[in-house]
């Protein structure tokens, strides 16, 4: 919904240019960006179109939850992005299972669906769980059934081209078993261009390997006004165990916001952010007086020793240097308008929007 407001639209930008300037002074974007009294949106770098489109809204009033839905809603109903929502990679037997929620500030208030099938927009469901139900999580056949009466169509959404790099995945997994790989010399259409997934363009050997555990989309808004909210949405795990549930429906873990205090939200390997309640976490660090930097690396360090504690029974938690196996991302946002992006590895982008425009910035990497 979109209140009207006074238009503060050509003041803020006046500001974005003083701060951009600034920026370029300083030579690069700092980590942690302190202004004031505008709108911010944060979150992974697959939100950078829906951050794009509601920017300008944003800036006119709208709503944070508003905000934050519609820019996921934009990767969810993206064919072209295995991540998420239509065209996300199934589970082991074949099956998309989407899970989203969102929170919202000012009521304190959340709502989640878990492993829902054939429905394009989980996070609106997830909306329909926090205002028209008296709970915070639905999963499974429940939630579809949910999802058919608020008049979510029954859509399918395992694309052609999900199928089969699914089938492949299901061909390449055991040598003990009745089906071959195509020989190398026959590419099967699938693999001949690039997959989109997080944003990035993958080959499938990448796609099918490296980066298996990543994909989601993330987005924590700041209105106008000062209200915070944010939604997590993705396909989870791609060919995880059928029921599998990630983070991202756990309130606490893919995503949570405090209105006193700010907004957080991950993606990455799901069950390191539940061990660790890190989006929570990222919350509350912040509450106790941590710049958003600051929290999620220090959320990134706990991730980081309890993979190696939990390395004594699974030790493929860990490299040979006694680090993660895995990946996270955290993109965290205070009430003040800081905010932050951080990942245990890499060079990954996160996605920003505020007076200076719509961008993506590099993400802090804990272990280089
Ligand atoms: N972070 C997404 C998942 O693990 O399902």
Not at 195 to 201: N, P, W
Request: net charge negative; charged share 25%; with cysteine.
């Amino acid at each position: 919904m979109t209140r009207p407001r006074p238009d503060r639209r050509s003041l803020l930008l006046a500001a974005g240019a003083a701060a951009t300037a600034s920026h370029a002074l300083a030579g690069s974007a700092p980590a942690v960006h302190a202004r004031r009294r505008r709108p911010v949106m944060v979150g992974s770098a697959n939100g950078l179109p829906g951050m794009q489109a509601q920017l300008p809204r944003m800036m006119d009033g709208l709503e944070p939850l508003d905000a934050a839905i519609e820019v996921v809603k934009v990767v969810e109903a993206d064919p072209e992005d295995m991540s998420v929502g239509l065209g996300g990679l199934p589970d082991e037997d074949g099956v998309v299972t989407l899970d989203a929620a969102c929170m919202h500030g000012p009521t304190h208030n959340a709502g989640s669906v878990g492993a829902i099938q054939d429905t394009l927009h989980p996070s609106e469901v997830a909306r329909l769980v926090m205002e028209r139900t008296d709970h915070c999580m639905l999963v499974g056949e429940g939630a579809s059934r949910f999802a058919r009466e608020y008049g979510h169509p029954k859509v399918d959404l395992l694309t052609e081209r999900a199928r089969e790099v699914w089938l492949r995945w299901k061909e390449g997994m055991s040598d003990r078993d009745d089906r071959l790989s195509p020989k190398k010399s026959k590419k099967s259409g699938a693999a001949d261009r690039p997959y989109r997934y997080m944003g990035e363009e993958l080959t499938l050997e990448q796609l099918l390997t490296t980066h298996r555990i990543t994909g989601t989309i993330h987005c924590s808004a700041l209105s106008l006004e000062g209200e915070l909210a944010c939604c997590t949405t993705t396909s989870g795990l791609s060919f995880k165990i059928p029921g599998r549930i990630g983070d991202s429906p756990v309130i606490g873990a893919g995503l949570y916001c405090d209105q006193e205090v700010g907004s957080a939200g991950g993606t990455g390997r799901g069950e390191s952010a539940i061990l660790s309640c890190a989006s929570f976490l990222c919350v509350e660090l912040m509450r106790g007086g941590m710049a958003p930097k600051d929290a999620g690396m220090a959320v990134l360090r706990r991730v980081t020793e309890q993979a190696q504690r939990g390395a004594a029974w699974q030790p493929e938690l860990v490299r040979e240097d006694g680090l993660p196996a895995f990946n996270l991302q955290l993109y965290l946002l205070n009430g003040a308008g800081e905010y932050a992006g951080v990942e245990l590895y890499g060079t990954h982008a996160f996605s920003v929007a505020d007076e200076d425009g719509a961008r993506h910035e590099q993400l802090e990497a804990l272990h280089g």
